[in-house]
C-alpha cells in the first residue's frame, strides 16, 4: 500500500517568505508526527498530532512555525518569514497511534522528507 | 537534561564482518528506546523498539540490546551486506506525559566490498 509522502521534495526560498510543506500519512494512522534534520545533526522532534490534536507544541522552534492536521489525516507545516537557519530536511511520519503514543510502540512510518534551502 | 550519545560516529568495515553500535542515555523516566536505519536521501526506517522490561530484540540480522540499569543499548549488525550502508539512530522517549523523544547523532556505517 502507499507509504508516506511529502510534497514538495525540495523547497527553495527567499529569506523572510513563507513556506507550507505538506505530509499525506498512511491511511488509517492517527497519530502524526513533524521532525526536522539539520545538515550534521540529528533529528529534533517539532509537534506530533493525535487525530487533529496537537497535545504538546513544545518542540516547534519559534512562534514562526505553525503545523496543523484537518480531517485526522493530511498536515502542513508552515514556516513563517523564513531565516537561513530553517534550511534543514523536514521528515513527517505516522502510526497507527494510540492515547499515548510516546510510550506506545507503534512503529512509525517516514516520508522521503522535504528538503527545504533558504537563501 | 535529556541526552543520547551514539559511538562511534563513522565506522568502516568489510562486507561480511559483524559490527556493534552504541548508544548511551540519560532520559528519565525511561519509556522505550529504537533503533532506525536512514539511508542517504531517505527517510528513517524502525529496526526495533525496546520498553523497560525487553532486554533483547531481533530483526533479522540486527539484533538490538537494552541494559536499563545503565543505560545503554547497542546494536549489532551481523554478516554485513553493502546495503546495510546506512545511518543508524538511537532514539529514547521519556515517560510522564513528555512529547519529545530524545535523538542520537547517528552512526554513519560504510560496508566496503
Known amino acids: 500500500g502507499a507509504g508516506v509522502s511529502q510534497s514538495p521534495s525540495n523547497k527553495v526560498t527567499e529569506k523572510g517568505k513563507d513556506v507550507e510543506l505538506r505530509c499525506d500519512p498512511i491511511s488509517g494512522h492517527t497519530a502524526l508526527y513533524w521532525y526536522r534534520q539539520s545538515l550534521g545533526q540529528g533529528l529534533e522532534f517539532l509537534i506530533y498530532f493525535q487525530g487533529n490534536s496537537a497535545p504538546d507544541k513544545s518542540g516547534l522552534p519559534s512562534d514562526r512555525f505553525s503545523a496543523e492536521r484537518t480531517g485526522g489525516s493530511v498536515s502542513t507545516l508552515t514556516i513563517q518569514r523564513t531565516q537561513q537557519e530553517d534550511s534543514a530536511v523536514y521528515l513527517c511520519?505516522?502510526?497507527?497511534?494510540?492515547?499515548?503514543?510516546?510510550?506506545?510502540?507503534?512503529?512509525?512510518?517516514f516520508g522521503p522528507g522535504t528538503r527545504l534551502t533558504v537563501l | 537534561k535529556n541526552q543520547v550519545e551514539q559511538s562511534p560516529q563513522s565506522l568502516i568495515i568489510l562486507e561480511g564482518k559483524n559490527c556493534t553500535l552504541q548508544c548511551n542515555y540519560t532520559v528519565s523516566p525511561f519509556s522505550n528506546l529504537r533503533w532506525y536505519k536512514q539511508d542517504t536521501g531517505r527517510g528513517p526506517v524502525s529496526l526495533t523498539i525496546?520498553?523497560?522490561?525487553?532486554n533483547t530484540k531481533s530483526n533479522g540480522r540486527y539484533t538490538a540490546t537494552l541494559d536499563a540499569d545503565t543505560k545503554q543499548s547497542s546494536l549489532h549488525i551481523t554478516a554485513s551486506q553493502l546495503s546495510d550502508s546506512a545511518s543508524y539512530i538511537c532514539v529514547v522517549s521519556a515517560g510522564g506525559g513528555s512529547y519529545i523523544p530524545t535523538f542520537g547523532r547517528g552512526t554513519s556505517l560504510i560496508v566496503h566490498p
Open positions: 511520519a505516522s502510526s497507527y497511534g494510540s492515547r499515548q503514543a510516546t510510550t506506545s510502540t507503534d512503529t512509525q512510518y
Open positions: 525496546m520498553t523497560f522490561s525487553e
